[in-house]
């Protein structure tokens, strides 16, 4: 299989690399119109060129259709984080995770508003979270007691082994008047809450 993509991928590229620079030459001017019209006559009174032909373009279109699914395929497990249980395979929505991380960071004192955004790969489990701290916050002693209370929930929540690792940007720093608008619940772009509760 590991082969086949490898060949699939070098037969893609040399395809385009040969049609961009025939678009190339006809765009320079290089290669006359009476060569091209030379060259498809001989392509339709041949059979052999135009079944060859035709392969081309089918293997062009379904390498380029595979790989769009692939693509997708990959988009969407990369939404997801999943584990084994006895009783079966469990997901979990990077978004319900960007939601509870948000919860997590907002009820931390001086914190005023918090974004995140949580991203799988090979190296963990990595998590961008964006705050406004009140005008008053000691910001290092803030954003370390995030970060602590962060990566602990995370882990406790999911069971994973994997490494976390979260990096604080901080977007605002809000006077008192802002910081109390921020903490009413009177924010509108505040997420929902997630589906699942919080494990202590």
């Not at 993509?5 to 678009?23: D, E, H, W």
């Not at 001086?110 to 995140?116: E, L, M």
């Not at 406004?132 to 000691?138: I, L, Q, R, Y």
Request: proline share 3%; aromatic share 4%.
């Amino acid at each position: 299989m590991f082969f086949l993509k490898k060949l699939a991928g070098l037969v893609y590229f040399i395809i385009m690399v040969v049609s961009g620079s025939v678009f190339i030459a006809i765009a320079l001017d290089t290669v006359s119109s009476a060569l091209l019209a030379e060259i498809v006559d001989n392509i339709r009174g041949d059979i052999n060129a135009r079944v060859t032909l035709g392969v081309v373009g089918v293997i062009i279109a379904g390498t380029g259709f595979l790989a769009l699914v692939k693509s997708r395929k990959n988009r969407r497990s990369d939404r997801l984080i999943t584990f084994q249980n006895p009783d079966g395979e469990v997901t979990v929505s990077i978004s319900a995770i960007e939601n509870f991380v948000q919860r997590v960071a907002r009820d931390i004192p001086g914190i005023s508003d918090a974004k995140a955004a949580v991203k799988v790969g090979k190296k963990g489990i990595m998590i961008r979270s964006y705050v406004a701290v009140s005008a008053g916050t000691n910001i290092p002693a803030a954003t370390e007691n995030i970060q602590l209370t962060v990566k602990s929930k995370v882990q406790d929540m999911l069971g994973v082994e994997e490494k976390i690792t979260v990096t604080m940007h901080i977007t605002k720093i809000l006077k008192d008047a802002e910081a109390a608008v921020c903490d009413d619940g009177s924010d509108d772009d505040k997420s929902p809450a997630p589906p699942f509760r919080e494990i202590d």
